[in-house]
């Protein structure tokens, strides 16, 4: 499994998140991290990008 060049931290900031929303998606996902800067394996990261992607979707209603 290779490395993706992304940690916790930057994904909240490239998806105008929380960090704390993103290490919640980690808990839920069973991705295990030390700290919000360690980079994560390509393959949970997919999962975490897929996972936020997924819910911005399913929210994307604004009423306007």
Same mark, same amino acid.
């Given at each position: 499994?290779?490395?993706?060049? =992304?940690? $916790?931290?930057? $994904? ?7 960090? %704390? %929303?993103?290490?919640? =998606?980690?808990? #839920? ?6 700290? &919000? #800067?360690s980079r994560l394996a390509l ?5 975490? $990008?897929?996972? $936020? =992607?997924? &819910?911005?979707q399913g929210s994307g209603t604004?009423?306007?």
């Open positions: 499994m290779g490395f993706a060049d =992304l940690s $916790i931290a930057e $994904i909240a900031a490239d998806y105008n998140l929380p960090v %704390e %929303e993103v290490v919640k =998606l980690c808990e #839920q996902l069973g991705i295990a991290y030390k700290t &919000q #800067q393959e949970d990261a997919k999962a975490i $990008i897929s996972k $936020i =992607l997924s &819910q911005k604004d009423g306007g």
